[in-house]
Structures are given as structure tokens and as C-alpha cells.
């Protein structure tokens, strides 16, 4: 199994914008797929997730500020970040949400004025 790639951090001011990608390899059709933060000294979490029909969960911490997609076609799954807050700063990972892939290397997103 390879690890998923992600990509698109960097830093922002607050209010900001940033695009996340994810690209997994081998097909994620049919998987619930998800993007987690690991904020400093913080454990991982799980952000929003996306069904395999497109139906999206969120954290109620960004609730309405980010909107997860996906395109099974390209196996890339999107985070869109709106509104961002110096607490969205962390480093953010894509996976399976049941039996994950290996944690790739994540995207560094810092939210700082």
C-alpha cells in the first residue's frame, strides 16, 4: 500500500483561503474518505469526512468554513478552506477513514497574521 500525497498547505492570514489536495493511490471509490489536523502538541482528528456517494460530515470546529470533495476519477480528494482562524493551523493528512492507508507526510497549514 502506498501512502496518500497531499498538497496546498502554506501559510495565510486569518480570513483567508487555502485549497488542500489529496491524491491516494489505487482507487478510493466506495471508501469513506477523510482529512484530519494534528495541531501542535495535539493529537490527530478528524475534520470532515466524505461517504462514498458524497455526503460530507464535518467537525463542528469548522463547521461551514471548509467543504471536503472528492473526484474518484482522478483518486484526489479536496479540502476547501474558507474563513480560516489561527486554530485551523496544524499539518493536515488525508486516509481511508476505515483501515487506513499508511499516514503520508501531510501539508503544513499555519494561519498567522
Known amino acids: 500500500q502506498v501512502q496518500p500525497v497531499e498538497s496546498g498547505g502554506g501559510l495565510v492570514q486569518p480570513g483567508g483561503s487555502l485549497r488542500l489536495s489529496c491524491a491516494a493511490s489505487?482507487?478510493?471509490?466506495?471508501?469513506?474518505m477523510g482529512w484530519y489536523r494534528q495541531a501542535p502538541g495535539k493529537q490527530r482528528e478528524l475534520v470532515a469526512r466524505?461517504?462514498?456517494?458524497?455526503?460530507?460530515n464535518y467537525a463542528d470546529s469548522v463547521q461551514g468554513r471548509f467543504t471536503i470533495s472528492r473526484d474518484n476519477a482522478k483518486n484526489t480528494v479536496y479540502l476547501q478552506m474558507n474563513s480560516l482562524k489561527p486554530e485551523d493551523t496544524g499539518v493536515y493528512y488525508c486516509?481511508?477513514?476505515?483501515?487506513?492507508?499508511?499516514w503520508g507526510q501531510g501539508t503544513q497549514v499555519t494561519v498567522s497574521s
Open positions: 466524505i461517504m462514498a456517494l458524497g455526503s460530507a
Open positions: 486516509n481511508k477513514v476505515i483501515n487506513p492507508l499508511p
Open positions: 489505487g482507487h478510493i471509490f466506495g471508501f469513506t
